[in-house]
């Protein structure tokens, strides 16, 4: 089956509208920041990922079990 455009113009939209990749002002000179400014930002950034995967470990397990149905 080959794809075309159209065939994950839902799936495209949902990718669209992730804030992960949006632009931040507050973020807008990081590059002016020392490294270690950088660093802490980043680290700081990724305390969140723990409490953001929890949310949605209900439909990760559901994901995981379709899977290995079909394995």
């Known amino acids: 089956m080959t794809s075309t455009p159209g065939m ?4 495209r939209a949902q990718l669209d509208a992730l804030t992960t ?5 507050e973020l807008a000179e990081i ?6 400014d950088i ?3 980043m680290n ?10 929890a949310t949605q470990l209900p439909l990760i397990a559901a994901a ?7 394995v």
């Open 39 to 41: 660093a802490r930002i």
């Open 21 to 25: 990749e949006a632009f931040r002002p």
């Open 44 to 53: 700081r950034e990724d305390s969140t990922v723990p409490d953001a995967v």
């Open 31 to 36: 590059d002016q920041l020392p490294t270690l």
């Open 64 to 70: 995981v079990d379709a899977v290995a149905e079909r």
């Open 8 to 11: 994950y113009g839902e799936l």
